[in-house]
């Protein structure tokens, strides 16, 4: 731990106020989301609760607001606060989920491509290639097309959450393989490789043990700059109203409830969510930049 | 009058551990057609040096006192664009790496002649004369056709040659050559160094010739430096430097060649390693490894003394110390 | 070079064989058309005869040769949701997305290479700053909310410009452009703004890093080091170097643009095949998204054959060379 403190990173991570203003700002973003449960001033999603009598209510500081909705209310009586932070929570949990799938996935298809060469390099790099011809938003929106199409409208909503977390992550999985492919390229001539292989290790577990740590360098950075564009993904996709069902709301889904009420001028409903989007990318991207920064051998 | 005069260069980097000197109070001159010879090991501070002289030190690096003086005039302190003019038309440069000094792109006719026309009054057709003119000096066949080739349709040595006639041929009174042959094949080496040698002598170029090869500083070079951590240990014309060295570092590095003419069976090694530049030991920098060392080396250290044919920032040469 | 694009057409084949293969396995296992077509009530018989009509009885590979040959006339069949022809539909709405997609990658050039360079050579001006700061901003909003707050300013506040739909526009044949009225083009500012924009901010930083690492060179030292001026280091040797790998990977990104198009055109109501593509995906009509995905499909091969041609053209070191010297 020491160390660390001690480190270059640690070092130009302190040095760059940007960085720190970031990773504070998505602390706070994680933190309200994780918690919206606990913090979230109302529950948006308890009908009960609603009161129809406060639709429409403007954020506190015009002239109509209320102190007990902050950022004004939808259509339904929802307080725009609490909505967001659930939102978010379904944002931030879409998004990871996605990156953490696209980083195993991705991962094993670049060290197995990598370490056995050959045929099943070839094979694998292929279907990467393939799939890098099309941008990812357009495989996303296929699978999710594909899938909903596919399955009975009830089975579809039930499972609609892990089927954009699939079809975001799957969407991305190349660029992790073929980075990771070319680190183990790299890695596998190396001596302690060779040495492994001659004390007769398997492969699996030299693939794995040694292989592995040495690659993850910058596997790291691409699942950082990858989280800001899961998350945006999935935003995308709920404003299109293919994304997650309406029972779990997203950010994404929330500006699209909210573009219904752009021109009647109840434009928070709309614009909130939006802005609370922008921060939370703003700042997975900006961390991800330093890291990125940090992390180059060559810029140091 | 010397072409050349670098008086106490020191060139610092800042850096987050401190401030690193990577060269301290070095002091030569080169006269008019000379060829000094830079030898030292790795990180001595040669390449860093010639890096000055034409202006190019990377950020942060920078000159934090001396003087580095061409024809009498200033030059260390000039603006950009005064330094430009210098550059390439007084001072040439040649590097170490032929594969990435070219400009993949444009062809070598291409690249000279645009180095002629920034610098010479002559229009770009008599430009492209003279550039043939020198592809055939440096013993490029063929230059006519040739001219409009590309740099990757050469060979490594064909490129180096080609790096020589761009650095020569805006005429400049004298060239920093860093590592000049190092990158290419045995064999071709020693052509392009006579080839190099030829030229500068039939142009009356003066040369500093960088190079951690003891061979082509003796082939090469009128007078030698050697430098070590930084600073000048020794310097004098080349045979008395080799032949008979007074610095405690010089023989050793004298002493670690192998020799043609008798068999050996081991060679002569120093032991240690150079200090790191953020850890150089005070007093002279080279009395943790020197077998001559006594107490003044681990205190004080040493300027560029005389010691006979050559000069040595020793302490055996003080006055009255006697010679070793 | 002949046998350069012999080469690269051949590797564009099995990119297309597989995803006709996905097209068609969408058809053929996707669903059940026949249900589609024939609603509630339906007898035995007219399933039956619905079946031999459409070919779903005859095996998986005659079936699959017949969509292949189909697919290359043209012939995707009928839509379920709107029971016109599919090409019919898409040749209606290729119009719109085309003039909107060639006029937001135009934008997004002309503005983000200049800006890329500027921020590659003067690294620490302000305005660099204010730049990079832009594109950082730039990357992190999604294009349908760069829409909604456009739509937001210049539409709903200022009025000064249309928020949905194309405006008029004249027809050339087959073709309807919106490039000739002026509200044509007043509705085509903002979709073509919101469209460009995140690809420009992609190009500028692209352009910048690309031109940081070629100013960071060994031949651009020596060149220095010859004493050439700035102006030919900078937009001569810095600028052809940067632009080679820049050329393939926005050519690439342009493909993007096309993918994009489908959240702009649904954000401004915009007829074009992005529009159409999304309502299919909500409506599970196959047909549209089987067509759409093989025209894209084709549309990007044919983008990554282009590039590839491009970069033989400008990199010397693709072309084999006629004598290696010694």
Request: hydrophobic residues 50%.
């Amino acid at each position: 731990m020491k160390a660390f403190f001690d480190s270059d990173i640690w070092w130009s991570f302190t040095r760059s106020p940007v960085t720190v203003i970031s990773a504070i700002v998505a602390f706070i973003c994680i933190a309200g989301a994780v918690l919206a449960p606990v913090l979230a001033p109302h529950n948006p999603f308890d009908l009960a609760s609603l009161q129809l009598m406060d639709a429409f209510k403007p954020p506190v500081w015009q002239a109509e607001g209320d102190r007990a909705y902050p950022l004004g209310t939808d259509d339904q009586g929802r307080d725009m606060l609490s909505a967001i932070m659930y939102g978010a929570r379904v944002s931030l949990l879409v998004g990871f989920a996605a990156v953490v799938f696209s980083t195993l996935v991705g991962v094993t298809v670049g060290l197995l491509a990598g370490y056995l060469g050959g045929k099943v390099d070839a094979l694998l790099m292929r279907i990467a290639d393939i799939q890098l011809t099309f941008p990812s938003i357009l495989v996303a929106l296929l699978i999710d097309g594909v899938v909903r199409a596919a399955l009975p409208r009830e089975t579809h909503s039930e499972v609609a959450l892990f089927v954009v977390i699939f079809a975001i992550g799957i969407s991305n999985w190349p660029q992790f393989a073929r980075t990771v492919r070319g680190s183990t390229l790299v890695e596998r001539n190396k001596e302690y490789v060779q040495a492994a292989r001659v004390i007769g290790l398997s492969p699996l577990r030299i693939m794995r043990s040694h292989v592995l740590p040495n690659v993850m360098s910058p596997v790291l950075v691409i699942a950082t700059l990858n989280l800001g564009f899961a998350i945006l993904a999935e935003a995308t996709l709920s404003f299109l109203g293919v994304g997650v069902p309406p029972t779990q709301p997203s950010l994404g889904t929330l500006i699209r409830i909210g573009n219904d009420f752009l021109f009647s001028g109840e434009w928070w409903i709309t614009i909130f969510p939006g802005v609370a989007l922008i921060v939370m990318v703003l700042s997975v991207n900006l961390l991800g930049d330093w890291l990125r920064d940090a992390l180059n051998p060559r810029l140091r | 009058m010397t072409l050349l005069q670098v008086k106490n260069l020191r060139v610092e980097f800042p850096t987050r551990r401190g401030t690193l000197v990577a060269l301290d109070d070095v002091s030569f001159d080169i006269a008019p057609g000379e060829v000094l010879g830079v030898v030292g090991e790795s990180g001595a501070g040669k390449s860093m040096t010639g890096a000055a002289i034409i202006g190019l030190l990377e950020p942060p690096g920078r000159i934090a006192g001396g003087e580095i003086l061409l024809e009498g005039r200033r030059i260390d302190n000039l603006p950009y664009e005064q330094m430009r003019q210098i550059r390439g038309r007084q001072i040439g440069a040649i590097f170490q790496d032929p594969l990435t000094t070219l400009n993949p792109l444009y062809t070598i006719g291409r690249q000279l002649v645009e180095t002629m026309t920034t610098h010479l009054p002559i229009g770009p057709g008599e430009a492209r004369e003279k550039a043939i003119g020198w592809l055939e000096l440096v013993g490029i066949p063929a230059a006519r056709e040739r001219i409009d080739s590309y740099p990757h349709e050469f060979s490594g040595g064909m490129r180096q040659r080609v790096v020589i006639a761009l650095a020569l041929c805006a005429e400049p009174k004298l060239i920093v050559a860093d590592e000049p042959t190092t990158a290419l094949d045995v064999s071709i080496q020693a052509q392009v160094i006579a080839m190099l040698k030829t030229l500068a002598r039939e142009k009356g170029t003066a040369m500093m010739l960088v190079t951690h090869d003891m061979g082509v500083i003796a082939e090469t070079a009128d007078r030698v430096a050697v430098m070590y951590a930084g600073r000048i240990g020794e310097i004098g014309p080349v045979r008395e430097v080799v032949r008979h060295a007074r610095h405690p570092y010089s023989q050793g590095l004298m002493g670690s060649i192998p020799p043609l003419d008798r068999r050996v069976e081991r060679l002569q090694q120093i032991d240690g390693a150079m200090p790191r530049l953020t850890a150089i030991p005070q007093g002279c920098a080279y009395n943790p490894r020197c077998p001559k060392v006594f107490e003044r080396c681990r205190v004080e250290r040493p300027e560029l003394l005389d010691a006979g044919t050559t000069r040595a920032a020793c302490w055996l040469y003080a006055e009255g110390a006697g010679h070793v | 070079m002949f046998s350069f694009i012999v080469s690269r057409i051949l590797q564009a084949l099995p990119v297309m064989f597989v995803v006709s293969l996905i097209s068609f396995a969408m058809f053929a296992y996707v669903g059940d058309p026949v249900a589609i077509m024939l609603g509630q009530d339906f007898t035995e018989a007219q399933r039956e005869a619905l079946v031999r009509d459409l070919g779903l009885d005859k095996p998986f590979f005659v079936q699959f040769a017949t969509f292949v040959a189909n697919a290359v006339q043209g012939e995707f069949g009928l839509s379920y949701r709107l029971s016109r022809p599919v090409a019919e539909l898409i040749a209606e709405r290729a119009p719109a997305t085309l003039e909107l997609a060639l006029t937001a990658a135009f934008l997004a050039l002309l503005i983000g290479v200049p800006m890329g360079v500027y921020t590659g050579i003067y690294r620490n001006s302000w305005l660099s700053r204010f730049f990079l700061t832009f594109s950082l901003i730039g990357v992190s909003l999604p294009t349908f909310l760069i829409g909604i707050l456009l739509i937001l300013t210049f539409s709903v506040w200022l009025g000064w410009l249309p928020s949905f739909g194309r405006g008029d526009v004249t027809r050339f044949g087959w073709w309807s452009s919106g490039f000739f009225t002026w509200s044509g083009l007043k509705a085509l500012v903002l979709p073509a703004i919101t469209l460009g924009l995140f690809q420009l901010t992609l190009i500028m930083r692209l352009v910048r890093s690309e031109m940081m690492e070629v100013l960071r060179t060994d031949y651009v030292k020596f060149a220095r080091a010859r004493g050439l001026p700035n102006r030919a280091i900078n937009f001569g040797h810095a600028l052809k170097n940067t632009l080679v790998p820049v050329i393939t990977i926005a050519g690439l990104q342009l493909g993007g643009i096309i993918a994009f198009a489908i959240v702009t055109e649904t954000v401004f109501q915009w007829p074009g095949m992005g529009l159409l593509f999304i309502q299919s995906v909500g409506a599970a009509d196959i047909p549209v998204m089987a067509a759409y995905l093989m025209l894209i499909a084709l549309v990007f091969v044919t983008i990554n054959l282009v590039v590839d041609l491009l970069y033989y053209a400008v990199d010397p070191r693709l072309r084999v060379g006629r004598g290696k010297g010694h």
